[in-house]
């Protein structure tokens, strides 16, 4: 009798192989659900990141320009720059990168300057133009 309850304990314990692929099934189909719909957020989120780096930098430089008279010849000189009136750094926490790891492009003029960032990969670029005086 002990024999036929061990055999019948052994048969119903764990789980089919049938029972384990549906599981993986189920889960590779909510996956192919939620991942597109997140995708578009990321991408978003790291704009609006970029966007607010972009003005920080820009607020940065104009209390550099407020203090020397002129925009620095480059965004280093936010952080390391150096004479009388140089009352910096102007970014706290060094210069930052773009959510995707590159450089921001800074291009200054007489009285006001262009700052942007390539983007993403394949995206298209995003600036930000100062108004000037």
Request: glycine share 10%; aromatic share 8%.
């Amino acid at each position: 009798m002990n024999e036929k309850r061990e055999t019948v304990q052994r048969a119903t314990a764990g789980f089919t192989l049938i029972e384990i692929l549906l599981v993986v099934v189920i889960i590779g189909i909510l996956a192919a659900v939620a991942v597109p719909k997140f995708s578009g957020r990321i991408g978003q989120s790291k704009e609006s990141a970029c966007r607010a780096s972009l003005q920080a930098i820009s607020l940065a430089l104009d209390m550099y320009e407020v203090d020397s008279g002129n925009y620095p010849a480059s965004l280093n000189e936010l952080v390391t720059g150096s004479g009388p009136d140089w009352h910096g750094p102007y970014l706290k926490q060094g210069l930052p990168k773009d959510p995707w790891g590159n450089e921001f492009i800074y291009a200054p003029q007489q009285n006001n300057f262009t700052l942007k960032s390539s983007g993403a990969p394949g995206g298209s670029e995003i600036t930000l133009q100062n108004a000037g005086k």
